[in-house]
């Protein structure tokens, strides 16, 4: 079963209490906690110090379910997994970002060569050459030096 990686669709409100994410996740609560106390799942915490899950973090759940029960992943192979997933959306997402700014610059060229009378700019006429002779002289200190 080739399932894609939905965790990050989902909403991230922590609205959800422990026994009602592990009914929607197909697990038993102590798992969820287990789970939490190895980083596989990060809920919130109510004023009171419940836990609360929101929907993405069922979905993710449900993925360490399935790596762990169908693929026969370890949960420290479940945890590279997760965390190499979310580097590659934050490079994604990154790389969208980098691609959006690279077209403005190109445009932005485009712009400034259509406005320009030399578009190739590696020759400029330039105007009337000067013969004048400019004399350098150091300057002199107080001092005398």
Do not use: C
């Not at 190499?84 to 077209?103: F, I, P, S």
């Amino acid at each position: 079963m080739d399932e894609e990686f939905t965790v990050r669709v989902e909403s991230d409100a922590k609205v959800l209490i422990i026994s009602v994410a592990a009914r929607m996740a197909g697990m038993h609560p102590q798992t969820l906690r287990q789970y939490d106390r190895l980083g596989l799942v990060q809920p919130g915490r109510a004023a009171g110090g419940g836990r609360r899950y929101s929907a993405r973090d069922v979905a993710l759940l449900r993925e360490i379910q399935r790596l762990s029960q169908d693929e026969g992943v370890n949960l420290a192979g479940v945890k590279r997994i997760i965390e190499l997933e979310q580097l590659v959306g934050e490079l994604q997402e990154r790389m969208v970002a980098m691609e959006a700014e690279l077209d403005a610059a190109y445009r932005r060229i485009a712009e400034l060569q259509a406005g320009s009378a030399y578009p190739r700019g590696d020759i400029v006429p330039m105007g009337r050459t000067s013969t004048a002779l400019v004399v350098w002289r150091p300057r002199r200190f107080a001092d005398g030096k």
